[in-house]
C-alpha cells in the first residue's frame, strides 16, 4: 500500500507535513493514498510536526549567516546607563537602588538593561509581570527580582524561580494565594495610602495582618506604597499620602518588625524617601535620562536615541501636497526625504506637521501625516544629503530639538512628563536595540 508501513499486524500511514498519524491493526486500511477509508480498528493520532522546528532553525541559521541590517534600531549608551545609577547612588547613599525594568524597561530592553546592571549592589529589579521574571531569569540574570503588578494566585504558588518577590496588590489576592502556598514565598505588601488603584486600606491592615501571621509560608519581607502627584509643586496631596503611609508602616511593624524593604518614592518622589522613613527608591525615568521630580536635581544623561535612513529622495514642486490628505503642501520646490518610520515604530502620529528629526545634524522638519510605517521630511538645507543618511528621530543629544522632552512638550504641552512614558513605552520590543 503507497505510503504504509505493512509489516504484519501494523499499518502506519504519515502525513509529515501536517503531523497526523493513522494507526491501524494491519486489517482495515482501504486506500491508503486518500486517507478516506480507515479500517474500523484503526486510529488517528495528532503529534507535533518537525515541519515547523526545521524551518524555525532554516530562518535562525539564515538569520546568522546572512544578517540584515535593520532600518530602524534604538541605541543604548551603556555610559550612560551606568553614569544615571551611579549619580543617584552618590546623591542618595543612604538608600538602596531599584532599576524599574517594566514595560520593556520603558522602551530600553529589558534584557540588555537588566545584563548591563546585574552585578551592580542593587535591592532589586522591578517588573510588572511574572513573565518578565520568567524572562531575566532565562538569559541568566542573578539579581533579586520583585513583581509589582498583580499576579493570579494559581501562578504565584506554582512559581519557581529563584530570589523571587511578589507584591500583595489587594486583599482578594491574598485570602486565594495563602491556602495555596506549599512552600516559602516572599511578599511585599502594598498599602493603598490614596491613589486608590491597588494596596490595602488602612481598614484592611488589621486582618491582613492576621492573615500572615497564620500563614506557614508567607514570608513578608517589605512594604510599599506608590506616590499619586509628586512631580506637584504643591505637595498638598503628597503629603497627606506621606501621613497615611507613616501610619500603616507603623501598624505593619508591629507584627513584623524585621522588613528587609520599605519603598515608596519613585523618581518623582525622591525627595520624600528620608521623610518617609524608607530604604529603597525605585529608579525608573530617572535611571533612563530624565530627572522628573520638580524640586530635585540629579546630573543625568538620556539612554536612548531613535534612529533610521533615508530610503527615497524626490523633489516636490511649489504647490504640490505630500502625505495623506494633503495635509501639507509645499510653499517652494522641496527635496523631501521618506523615513521607513511611522507611528507603527514609535514616531507619534500628534508629531505630523510640528515634529523633526536630524540628518548630518541639521534639524529637518516632519511635513505631512505621520504614516504607519513612514515619515516625510524637508532636507532641502541639507547639504550633500543622499540615500541611505542616517535619521536621528529621537536624539539624546540635550541641544537637540528633538529630544524626548521636546518632542513630548510638542505632543502634550500641558502633560509632557506622562507624554515621556508614553513615548518610550510605545516603541516596539522588535526594534533591535543596540548597547552601544
Known sequence: MRGCDSRPGLTFLR???????????????????????????????????????????????????FPTAPLVTVGISKTALLH?????????PDFLLAPVLKSNAYGHDLG???????????????????YEARRLRM???RSRIL????????????????????????????????????????????????????????????????????????????????LADADNTDEAFSRRQLAVWKRLVASLTKTFPLLEYRHLSATKGVRFAQEAGTNVVRLGMGLYGFDTSPQTSVNLQ??????????????VPSGESVGYNAAYTA??????????????EGVDRRLSGKGSVLVRDVACPIVGRVSMNMVSVDVSKVNSVAVGDSVTLISRDPESPNTLPRLAALVSSK?????????LSHLPQHLKRVLE
Not at 415 to 423: A, D, F, G, H, K
Open 415 to 423: 502633560e509632557y512628563r506622562e507624554s515621556m512614558y508614553v513615548l
Open 84 to 92: 544615571n545609577f551611579d549619580e543617584y547612588a552618590k546623591a542618595y
Open 147 to 226: 513583581v509589582m503588578g498583580y499576579v493570579r494566585p494559581e501562578s504565584i504558588a506554582r512559581a519557581r524561580l529563584s530570589r523571587l518577590d511578589f507584591t500583595i496588590t489587594d486583599i482578594e489576592q491574598l485570602r486565594e494565594v495563602l491556602p495555596l502556598l506549599k512552600r516559602p514565598t516572599r511578599f511585599h505588601i502594598k498599602l493603598d495610602t490614596g491613589m486608590h488603584r491597588q494596596g490595602i486600606t488602612e481598614e484592611q491592615l488589621e486582618g491582613v495582618s492576621a492573615l500572615l501571621k497564620k500563614s506557614p509560608y508567607a514570608q513578608v519581607v517589605g512594604v510599599c506604597s506608590h
Open 139 to 141: 538569559i541568566g540574570v
Open 331 to 344: 510653499s517652494k520646490d522641496s527635496l523631501i526625504a521618506t523615513v521607513p518610520a511611522g507611528y507603527f
Open 302 to 315: 538620556p539612554v536612548l536615541e531613535l534612529r533610521s535612513v533615508i530610503a527615497s529622495l524626490r523633489t
Open 15 to 65: 502525513n509529515l507535513s501536517c503531523g497526523i498519524f493513522l494507526l491501524g491493526r494491519g486489517d482495515g486500511m482501504v486506500d491508503s493514498g486518500d486517507l478516506k477509508s480507515p479500517g474500523r480498528n484503526a486510529v488517528w493520532v495528532r503529534v507535533p510536526s518537525p515541519a515547523p522546528m526545521l524551518h524555525s532553525l532554516w530562518y535562525r541559521l539564515l538569520a546568522r549567516f
Open 112 to 130: 540588555l538593561v537588566a545584563r548591563t546592571l546585574d552585578t551592580y549592589p542593587l535591592a532589586f529589579f522591578m517588573v510588572d509581570s511574572l
